[in-house]
């Protein structure tokens, strides 16, 4: 018959085999990407699959494997034998006679299911999802892995993140990594001289110098705006430091206040959010300050939870305007430095103009972050630094270092960050920053909580910038 041949005019039965197709074939499909994935998981911690069910698991792969096999090369369609007829032999194939091909052993596309065919597009899009988180997580470049411990690590109630998917010895190897060494000193207060220059006595050594020196005549504060890592942030140069202040929530040890009520309760003209607060699992109202706490030279906590606050120890304002960074056993040693306002948290970034030792990221990861800092001059620094919606960006100890050095701080600290960062402003200011405000005040930066919703929380302490 030249280049003619005859073949068989086929059709799957497919009622009879898709309940075999569905056993030996889809679920072990579905399966096997996931056992896999838990393996691999199993290999480098037993937080979050314990032993026994590893070997389970084991059994359960290999169960998948051999009923995949079976349903791919033992069950074959059967075919309904009707009639002949002659068809052109081919050399070239066209897509859909491939794909019937490879799914069902035959060129003939009138087989095809469509819904099959999509069934298999959502199965390689669940494996390459599969494939790129364990690529993440345990693969050969460790940027996610140093981000992911890091940043982890650094919370009280999320560590267990970390060790659900590494062990604690690779745990330490970043974090060995990752660290920052403070300045083994107190804040030396001589270094520090209140007085600033008036504006037309300023010669600007740099750029940095000129923004925030450059002002108009009794100004009070301005704000710069900046951006890292692609993020907002906002800092704030206090010109007159007796101005800066701790508020407390008025519910202390039952209920944390957002930090726009505690600005309108001191009347202020800025306010960011202060030191740690005790929160256990990450689900406390934020009422409890930890470490030592002092507002007006009263006494608000000593000590409390002062495991918690990690670095650093106290971030205090003296009777003489001067920004302390110390660490102390007790509120009265902190009122014996004529403290008069003071939060607990850390890091040290910079004390006595010399700057903590980071290794790598500091071992905090990228968060949003707020920071103070004081000048030479007096002058008083507050940072705030937003983060993105996934929260892999913003800022890590290093960039808060960087910024407060340049824009000359001789002392700064890293406060509370993540979803207590803010910065507040009375509403007609905000406005210059923010298109709504329909409270006396409002947040200018942008927060994000933990289920990735733009608002904050209540918090327990601030640091208030007021007149009164």
Known sequence: MGNKTEVLDIKVEFNKNNKKKFVFRYIPMILIPLLVAFTIVSFHSNE???VPVSYIIYVLLLLSVIFLIIGFFVITPKYNK????????????????????????????????VKEIIFYI???????????????????????????????????????LC?????????????????????????????????????????????????????????KYKLIELTVNEQDAYLAIIYDPSMVKVGITSALGRYGQYATTMAEAHNALLATNGGGFFDPGNCSTGGMPTGI??????????????????????????????????????AQEALDMGIRDAVSWGPFLITNGKQAFIRGNGGWGYAAR???????????????????ATRTKGANMVDLTEIMSNYGAINAANLDGGTSSVMVLPKEEALNYIDT????????????????????????????????
């Open 293 to 330: 706490t002092i507002a007006g030279g009263k006494v608000i906590t000593d000590n409390n939870y002062s495991s918690y606050t990690q670095n650093g120890g106290i971030i205090g304002m003296t009777y003489d305007h001067k920004l302390v960074l110390a660490k102390v056993s007790n």
């Open 82 to 113: 009707t009639k002949k007829k002659k068809i052109k032999k081919k050399k070239k194939r066209t897509t859909k006679e491939l794909i019937a091909y490879l799914l069902y052993r035959t060129y003939d596309t009138d087989i095809i299911n």
């Open 48 to 50: 979050l699959i314990i």
């Open 122 to 160: 959502l199965y390689f899009i669940y494996v390459i999802c599969g494939i790129t988180v364990i690529v993440l997580l345990y693969g050969p470049n460790d940027k996610f892995r140093n981000w992911y411990i890091s940043t982890g690590m650094a919370t009280m109630d999320h560590q267990y």
């Open 370 to 388: 707020t920071a103070i800092g004081q000048r030479s001059d007096g002058i008083i620094l507050l940072l705030v630094v937003d983060s993105n």
């Open 437 to 468: 405000c329909d409270k006396a005040y409002c947040y200018i930066n942008d927060p994000i909580d933990s289920t990735l919703s733009h608002k904050t929380r209540g918090i327990a302490t601030t640091i208030i910038v007021s007149e009164q």
């Open 163 to 219: 060790k659900w998917f590494y062990s604690d010895d690779e745990i330490q190897k970043i974090l060995d990594s990752n660290y920052i060494i403070e300045v083994d000193e107190n804040t030396d207060t001589d270094l520090i001289d209140v007085e600033v220059p008036k504006p037309e006595e300023i010669t600007y050594e740099n750029e940095y110098e000129r923004q925030v020196l450059e002002r108009d005549k009794d100004q």
